[in-house]
């Protein structure tokens, strides 16, 4: 007697389309990751990361799973801030690579915040990239700066091999990730940079080109060129 068997094709692995690894982030659904403005993670996480109010740097570790990425990098002071993400750290980047990536030294001083830090305060970190179909993929990490921490001391910062990162030109600079493509152009139907896609969303003093030239100073080639940084 003949035995038939017929092999199941495989089925595809699922994989993220970005992880934000530290500060540890609110919560991971990748369903939800379209959702504005924390990929479904409403509530304030009450297990805060510490990070040093005297550092005035914030180390910030993503692994990607797509192989081009626009991200962009924004924060909202307060212990409930919702949807106002008013403050952008970074210029918007486009990456290249699979895994992971770190920034480990975003400046924090009060010229590129608008305003100073204290003892104590609550904030919460936006990573932002541009999603499959349009639109925006969105996590968020709950922080607080705290006098008592005098190193920052993330689970891991570096690149992996063949993660390389630029910072866009012009307006790509400070077009939110969202309304951006992983080249940096503009979404069909996209205008003013925003951070929820629906409405124009404020930046600080700071943000965009004066910033570009701070932070990607101090960072130099060995973001650019892909090099692991502890």
């Known amino acids: 007697m003949r035995t038939a068997f017929i092999l199941s094709p495989l089925l595809p692995i699922a994989a993220a389309h970005f992880t934000l690894d530290w500060p540890a982030a609110r919560g991971f659904d990748e369903d939800k990751m379209p959702t504005f403005p924390c990929g479904g993670f409403n509530t304030p996480s009450s297990n805060r990361t510490s990070i040093a109010l005297d550092a005035n740097v914030l180390p910030v570790d993503i692994t990607f799973h797509h192989s081009q990425t626009a991200v962009s990098y924004l924060l909202a002071l307060g212990s409930n801030p919702g949807d106002n993400f008013n403050i952008t750290l970074e210029p918007t980047l486009g990456a290249h690579g699979l895994g992971e990536f770190c920034l480990p030294s975003i400046p924090l001083d009060s010229k ?14 936006q990573v932002v990239t541009d999603g499959d179909n349009g639109g925006g ?89 892909g090099v692991a940084m502890l």
């Open 137 to 225: 993929l969105f996590a968020c990490a709950d922080i607080v700066f705290s006098s008592s921490v005098t190193t920052n001391t993330p689970t891991s910062c570096k690149n992996n091999t063949g993660v390389e990162a630029t910072p866009f030109s012009g307006s790509a600079a400070t077009r939110i990730a969202n309304e951006s493509d992983a080249n940096g152009a503009a979404q069909s139907g996209s205008g003013t940079a925003t951070s929820s896609g629906t409405s124009p969303t404020s930046t600080s003093q700071g943000a965009g080109v004066p910033l570009q030239t701070a932070s990607w100073g101090i960072l130099g080639a060995a973001v650019l060129g």
């Open 112 to 125: 590129t915040l608008g305003v100073s830090l204290h003892d104590g305060q609550n904030a919460t970190l």
